[in-house]
Every structure is written in structure tokens, then in C-alpha cells.
């Protein structure tokens, strides 16, 4: 084996370059810890309030059910648990940001097995210029979840069949059957995996053995331990809620076709190929620092290429197939490896030319968009009206909680309106009453219909024009109630007409 020469750079090298050279490990875990940080604060000044996805996943996490319409269940079930223990949306986006940095740290543990530390920490930081990888601007929802336990997946994948370890195996059925709960981005690695593992003699012979092949079926159990019960959920309820859509609150201009889902992806990759070209374009006269590191193998050197195109090419086809559309943050956990494969082809010497320029864009793609949504947060409300950062859910949480304790000397336990207005209105009361979906049971199956009735609630509506009554399926669906006043709430922010609510107590039995 070819011993490995050390880094060679200039005399005056950037903080970056030194970094990479001097503690690879610790100096990634230093930049993913920042980045979660710089977004967890962002995100936080820029929606005082809980965006759609968030609300739902808390106000719905909590009934603990095995699946719910449009919405994966394992997101909105973390979700909740934290808010209930810490009555914190900082920190529940502090979570969320956590865990694209986790992700980060899991790819770096698989590419440092293949390509040596130095290599993999600039794999990683590589992806900063990538969307929707590096830009978490969302709360702890199913595709965010799924970032950490992809890479994961893969690192198990790995140590079983790339370096032979049978546990790994074990380790790969539990993060599947996890995966499975939160959204059907597991099974397209499975696919992978399977294809890769059975078209390849190293990946064949990872099985080869007899304890490969008992701790396979191992692992085989592990996962439908963990994953039966919502493929038996999905399958009583026809598997349309394997994919999060608008009942997990994702509004419908946010979900795009196939089509439109490629030049998303095409376009969200321009930051990492300035990277790549900057750094690596030719310069004359310019003493740029080295990096080395061992060959690799061909398995290892296909297995990336695979793991960096195929599983996103795949959801794109299936998407296609079934008529489906999705947010670009679907592929997030898809796109995890393109800094690895960009490092691995790109041969046993890594030449970083123009390394200040290239630590500059690097510093703009990681402070910039988290800047930018700050600032777009702060436009007035008439500018959008179902804008999250500016609807009052908080003072509109607090009057019809303090309402309806002064009419009937009771706690608040039933909310009934849409599905993401009452959401963000039942996880900013103190009371945290349960969300009756539209006034619908059957959209509500956590609620029991004894129990509301002999509680009662509240019952609101968003009046929009002239018309103050309520919606007719509400009249129909609830007990007799009488509306009352309309609310008139201020934006949070400013700017445009006040939001009007229509609301009535539904009494008591």
C-alpha cells in the first residue's frame, strides 16, 4: 500500500485549510454544531409563532396514533414528546436543526471508512452548497427526521456488506423499520441496498457466511417488529398516508410535480458546483494545499455513485408513477452522499486553489439563507395572509382559552377549525386542548365522541368578506351553538387588515 504524504499547502494558509489538516473530526463537528445553531436562532426569530408543520405534528403527535391523514407518524410523535416535556419551540427547531447535523456526522463516520478523515470532513462540508440539504429551515417533520436516520442506514449498510461485519446487519433493521414510520424514503434505500448487495461479489459475500446470514434474518425480524405495525395500518387505510401532504400541513403551492421536482433539484445543486470549480479549477502560480489518502476500491467507488444518484432518480420515478407530488425537502435525505461521491472520483490527491475565496462562498451559503428568512419574515401581513410568522395564533390561543374558562369554569379540552389553525392555536393555549379536525370525528379518530360531548369546546372559523356565519359543516356536524362576536386579532407583525374569527362555545351536555 501506497504510504500517505502529508498535507502540502502555503506558508499562509486559511483557517479552513488548517482546520481540515490539523483535527479534521473535530473541526466538522465545530461547523455542523454552528449551522445548527445559526438556523435553530434563525428559524426561531423568524417565526415567533408555530409554522403549519410544526403545529400539526404537536397538536396531532400527542393522540400517539399509528398513522394519521397525510402525515407520517414518527416526526409528529418526537415532536410532541419534546414540546411536552419542555413547552419549548426553540428547542423543539433547535432539534430539528440537530438533526441535519447528525446526518452530517453520520456521513462523515461512513466516508471517513473509505476515503480517511481529511477527506470526508471536506465530503461533508462540501454539502453546505447543496438544497435542501443544508438548509433546514423547517420544523421537525418526517423529511428532516429522515436525514439522520438515511445516513445511519447507510453506515449500517456498510459495516455489513462493504466491511463484512454481520451486526451490521441488525443495526440496518432497526433504522429501517424506524424509517418506515417516517415516510417511505427507507424503502427506496432498501431497494438500493438490496440491488447493490446482490449485483456485486464483495456485497454477496458479506452474506456469504453462516453468521451473516443468521444475523440477516435477525434483522429481518427486527424490522417487522418495528415496522409491522404501520405496514398494517398503511395497509387497511390503502397506503395513501405514506407520503406527507397537506394534512401535515404543507400548503399546496409548496408541493410540486416530478418535473418541476428536477430543476428544483438541478438548481439546488449550483452552490456545491461553484464549490467544486472554485476549488479545484486550475491557477497558475499558486502554491495550493494537498490533501492524499489511500485508493479506494471499485465497490466502494461504485456504491457511492450509486448512493449519490440512484435513490433520488428512483423517488423521482416512483413520484412520477403515481401521480404524486412532493416539496423539494422530500430528497433531502436522498442527497447526503454527493459530497462523497464528488471526493471519491475525484481521485487520491485533493487539490483546495483559491482556498479564501472558497472558505468565503462556503461562510455565505451557511449565513446568508438563515439572514434571508429572517428578513422575509418581517413583511407585512397583507402580503400574504396565511403567512405562519405573522398570524396571531397567540393571542388567539389566549382569549378563547380565557373564554371559555370564564363562561363555563372549565378547562379548555376541545378545539374545533381547520386542521392547521387549530393546530396552532391548541400548541399555544395553556390548556393544549385536543384538535377536532373541521368538526369531523371521522377525520378526529382520537376523539371520544362521549367525551365531547359532555365537555363541549370551542368552536372557531376565519371570516374572510361579509358573511360572518359559520361554515355549514360545522352547523350540521356539532351541537346547537350560538356565534358570538367575531375576534378581531392584529398581525404579529403588522401590516394589513386584522384577522377575523368567528367563534361559539359548544356547551356543554
Known amino acids: 500500500m501506497r504510504p500517505i504524504r502529508e498535507a ?59 398513522g394519521y391523514t397525510e402525515l407520517p407518524p414518527l416526526a409528529a410523535w418526537i415532536s410532541a414528546a419534546i414540546y411536552r416535556a419542555t413547552s419549548s419551540l426553540f428547542l ?26 481529511r477527506h470526508a470532513a471536506i465530503a461533508v462540508m462540501l454539502m453546505v452548497g447543496v438544497f435542501p440539504v443544508a438548509l433546514p429551515g423547517n420544523p421537525m417533520i418526517g423529511d428532516v427526521l429522515q436525514m439522520p436516520l438515511a445516513a445511519a442506514a447507510v453506515l449500517a ?9 454481520p451486526n451490521g446487519w441488525i443495526a440496518l433493521g432497526i433504522v429501517l423499520g424506524a424509517m418506515l414510520h417516517a415516510g417511505p424514503q427507507g ?15 464483495h456485497g454477496r459475500a458479506g452474506l456469504a457466511r453462516f453468521d451473516a446470514l443468521l444475523c440477516f434474518a435477525l434483522a429481518t425480524f427486527v424490522f417487522v417488529f418495528f415496522a409491522g405495525p404501520r405496514l398494517l395500518w398503511l395497509w387497511q387505510n390503502g397506503m395513501q398516508d405514506l407520503f406527507a401532504g397537506q394534512g401535515a400541513g404543507i400548503a399546496a403551492d409548496e408541493l410540486h410535480p416530478p418535473l418541476r421536482l428536477i430543476f428544483d433539484l438541478l438548481l439546488g445543486h449550483f452552490g456545491f458546483a461553484m464549490l467544486l470549480f472554485l476549488a479545484t479549477a ?74 479564501r475565496i472558497v472558505g468565503l462562498i462556503a461562510l455565505i451559503l451557511l449565513f446568508v439563507p438563515p439572514l434571508a428568512q429572517i428578513a422575509s419574515s418581517f413583511s407585512p401581513g397583507w402580503i400574504g395572509d396565511n403567512r405562519a410568522p405573522n398570524w396571531p395564533a397567540l393571542p388567539a390561543a389566549r382569549t378563547l382559552t380565557d373564554i371559555f374558562h370564564t363562561r363555563t369554569g372549565r378547562p379548555l379540552e376541545y378545539l374545533i377549525g381547520a386542521r392547521v389553525r387549530a393546530s396552532q392555536i391548541s400548541v399555544m393555549s395553556a390548556d393544549r386542548p385536543h384538535v377536532v379536525i373541521d368538526a369531523d370525528l371521522s377525520s378526529s379518530p382520537w376523539i371520544d365522541s362521549e367525551d365531547f360531548a359532555k365537555k363541549g369546546g370551542i368552536v372557531f372559523w376565519e371570516i374572510r368578506g361579509a358573511d ?14 350560538v356565534a358570538e362576536a367575531p375576534l378581531r386579532l392584529p398581525w404579529g407583525r403588522g401590516g394589513g387588515d386584522p384577522v377575523r374569527l368567528g367563534w361559539a362555545i359548544v356547551p356543554p351536555r
Request: charged share 15%; with cysteine.
Open 92 to 117: 423543539l427547531r433547535l432539534a430539528s436543526t440537530l438533526c441535519v447535523a447528525l446526518a452530517g456526522w453520520f456521513v462523515f463516520l461512513f466516508a471517513r471508512r473509505i476515503a480517511g478523515d
Open 157 to 165: 449498510w456498510w459495516i455489513a456488506a462493504g466491511e463484512h461485519k
Open 468 to 481: 360572518l356565519s359559520p361554515p355549514a359543516e360545522y352547523v350540521a356536524k356539532l351541537p346547537a351553538f
Open 187 to 201: 424503502i427506496v434505500l432498501a431497494a438500493l441496498f438490496a440491488v447493490v448487495t446482490l449485483a456485486t461479489s
Open 8 to 66: 502540502a499547502g502555503p506558508l499562509e494558509a486559511s483557517i479552513f485549510v488548517e482546520g481540515l489538516r490539523a483535527i479534521p473530526a473535530g473541526f466538522l463537528a465545530l461547523v455542523l454544531l454552528a449551522h445548527a445553531f445559526v438556523w435553530a436562532i434563525a428559524m426561531q426569530l423568524a417565526e415567533p409563532a408555530p409554522p403549519p408543520q410544526m403545529a400539526v405534528a404537536i397538536a396531532l403527535g400527542r393522540e400517539w396514533m399509528q
Open 282 to 355: 486550475y491557477a497558475a502560480k499558486e502554491n495550493a494545499p494537498v490533501f492524499m489518502r489511500e485508493p479506494s476500491t471499485a465497490f466502494s467507488r461504485s456504491s457511492v455513485v450509486a448512493l449519490a444518484i440512484v435513490p433520488a432518480l428512483f423517488a423521482l420515478l416512483w413520484l412520477y408513477a403515481t401521480g404524486r407530488a412532493a416539496k423539494p425537502q422530500f430528497f433531502a435525505s436522498l442527497l447526503l452522499f454527493s459530497g462523497v461521491a464528488a471526493v471519491l472520483l475525484g481521485g487520491e490527491r485533493i487539490v483546495i486553489r483559491r482556498q
